[in-house]
């Protein structure tokens, strides 16, 4: 069973949140679509950011049908209902308008990074221990960059062009965090044999 879009504009005035509008992305990609690809999506996802916990989909699907940026189906799946998920006229205007200009400053700003957090207060670890820190770090971005550079790799030949720029640019990032930590390593080590810290 089908339900039609919302014909109020409900939620053309509201400010879709990022994790919205990337959901919206997936559906347009994926549509139609379950709540678990969309999870499956994120789970997989090269950005830091969202949970793909049911606890924090399921509300969020809820938001978009309510703001009509969605359609969904209902179809019998064995003794339960499978809600598939797809765009409505609604949710493909509001994706196009996050997809246009002007890139506003908070999303063009550095990204969101634990690691260069933690940074910020070494000072109030021993100098063994800001060492240590520094190589784990530098180890477990290192990992994670051949993580993605193999995945890329293995999934070349299903990945959309976008989905490759995309994956690139989150290659790039781990690189220069890279790059970054182990200059921060050499500057740290230094500094604690001439006994500046």
Not at 90 to 106: I, N
Not at 152 to 178: M, N, Q, V
Request: charged letters at 25%.
């Amino acid at each position: 069973m089908t339900r039609p879009a919302k014909e109020t504009r409900e939620g053309e005035g509201r400010i879709a949140t990022e994790l919205e509008n990337c959901v919206l992305g997936i559906i347009a990609e994926q549509q139609p679509c379950t709540a678990y690809v969309i999870r499956r999506h994120l789970g997989v996802s090269l950005s830091s950011y969202w949970s793909a916990s049911a606890g924090a989909i399921y509300p969020l699907l809820r938001r978009l049908e309510e703001r009509g940026w969605t359609r969904v189906s209902e179809q019998s799946w064995g003794t339960r209902t499978r809600r598939n998920y797809s765009l409505s006229p609604a949710g493909r205007h509001r994706l196009r308008d996050w997809l246009s200009p002007p890139v506003t400053t908070w999303a063009a700003a550095f990204t969101y990074d634990p690691i260069r957090t933690r940074v910020f207060f070494l000072k109030h670890a021993s100098p063994k221990q800001r060492l240590d820190f520094l190589n784990d770090a530098v180890a477990a971005t290192a990992s994670a960059l051949g993580e993605h550079q193999a995945e890329k790799k293995a999934l070349a030949a299903e990945l959309s062009e976008f989905d490759a720029i995309g994956r690139e640019g989150a290659i790039a990032e781990l690189k220069a965090r890279l790059r970054w930590l182990r200059s921060v390593f050499a500057r740290v080590q230094k500094s604690g044999e001439s006994g500046l810290i």
